[in-house]
């Protein structure tokens, strides 16, 4: 069964690292314990969870991204893990490693069809090992909350939801700390208007309570760490700080893929990478995916009635609409995803590491969030609205690009 990653539990009791790996394989994630007396190969693995900072340990272990247990960040490790969280919280810090590792992987995947067009790959970004000018919005604390946080960075304290809301649109920040709102439904409302801003869909989030909220569901809607009163300082100014360049660690990425694209690969209409480039990448995809036992799934968009707006604005209007759609899809969707055009008005995203059931749901999102978005058109006072015909398919046994995407597109509807 595909697995999201492939994790290595070392810990000098095997029946402790046989524990987590079952927790593990329960939410999905390949696993296997070992001893630190006896690692085997590394290559076989995506992530490591150390059950101590044993440095000697970590430097066996590198360069995989690291989790130790603990309260301290070690030198050499990517994050840290309270020993006793739950599986929400357990799902949230190697969903954040394994993502990061997922980019890496596709950048040097997408250098390699790049490499055939006449292109250059992407010089990868190494991690910052330090945020040095941190920026953190801290909402509704109180003032012995904003002073114990003060080392982290620049602490903006901020008591109004919307003024909150404001911040975030003109200034980026690094973190978002939720010391209110003070009841769980108005927290949830506030991650929601958060995450709605594409731009802010991975932006630390935390909440800072002393009420037991449904943590599972506080994950599920974008959080990223659940903080409990009273604040455990080390633990919390270390995991900060993990988080922190972890998000300029994803921008890096980001910003390097961007700049390495070769105008060969792009379609100059929208942006986004042209049929072949799509094609070449998506069997280098599906092979990756069968190799290592990867989850693999493809979305594939059409826009309805553009044949419709061609007639009634001219194809000078029918291409502003497909502009705006492929500038809101590029925002909408994540630095490891590829996004292409395909023939006509009609869109493809691949989406690596990723089962049907998460694809189904970026899907939704896609959808809804077109439908409800105002495109406009010279000559006309009134907003566009438009909808999308909706296809999935995840990676199957003797699939190929071809069968993959003929599929997808077999179950638009």
């Known amino acids: ?136 919005l801290l909402y509704s604390p109180t003032a012995g909350e904003a002073a114990l946080l003060a080392s982290a960075g620049e602490i903006v304290a901020i008591d109004d939801r919307f003024a909150l809301l404001d911040q975030l649109q003109r200034q980026p920040a690094d973190a978002v700390i939720l010391a209110g709102p003070e009841t769980a439904h108005e ?94 990448n998506l069997a280098a995809q599906i092979r990756d995916a069968r190799a290592e036992n990867r989850q693999l799934s493809l979305l594939v968009l059409d826009v309805l009635a553009m044949r419709h707006l061609n007639r009634d604005h001219g194809h000078i209007g029918g291409d502003r609409l497909l502009r705006q759609i492929a500038s809101l899809l590029g925002g909408l969707v994540r630095g490891e995803d590829v996004v292409a055009r395909l023939p006509g008005a009609a869109f493809a995203v691949v989406l690596p590491d990723t089962a049907p059931d998460v694809a189904r749901r970026v899907l939704t999102r896609l959808d809804s969030i077109v439908e409800h978005t105002e495109f406009a058109l010279p000559g006309r006072d009134d907003a566009v609205y438009l909808g999308l015909k909706l296809g999935l398919a995840a990676v199957g046994p003797g699939d190929d690009a071809d069968i993959l995407l003929a599929r997808a597109q077999a179950d638009m509807r």
């Open 187 to 280: 927290l949830f409302d506030l991650i929601d208007d958060i995450r709605r801003n594409p731009r802010l869909f991975h932006l630390p989030l935390i909440a800072l309570r002393d009420d037991a909220p449904d943590e599972a569901a506080l994950y599920g809607r974008g959080l990223t760490d659940l903080w409990r009163q009273p604040l455990t300082l080390p633990r919390a100014l270390s995991h900060l700080d993990t988080l922190m360049r972890q998000s300029r660690h994803r921008l890096a990425l980001m910003r390097a893929a961007r700049e390495s694209r070769h105008p060969a690969t792009v379609d100059a209409l929208t942006g986004h990478y042209i049929f072949g480039f799509f094609m070449a």
């Open 1 to 136: 069964m595909p697995v999201i990653a492939r994790v290595i539990v070392v810990d000098s009791d095997l029946a402790a690292a046989r524990h987590w790996c079952g927790r593990l394989e329960r939410l999905g994630f390949g696993c296997e314990p070992a001893s630190p007396t006896a690692l085997p190969a590394l290559t076989a693995f995506d992530l490591a969870l150390l059950a101590d900072g044993d440095p000697d340990v970590i430097a066996r272990l590198q360069p995989l991204p690291i989790l130790v247990a603990g309260d301290v960040i070690p030198t050499g490790a990517a994050a840290i893990l309270d020993p006793g969280c739950t599986d929400a919280a357990l799902q949230s810090r190697l969903d954040a490693l394994s993502r990061l590792d997922t980019m890496r992987r596709e950048i040097r995947r997408r250098g390699a069809v790049t490499e055939g067009y006449g292109g250059e790959a992407a010089k990868l970004p190494k991690p910052p090992l330090h945020v040095r000018d941190a920026r953190i």
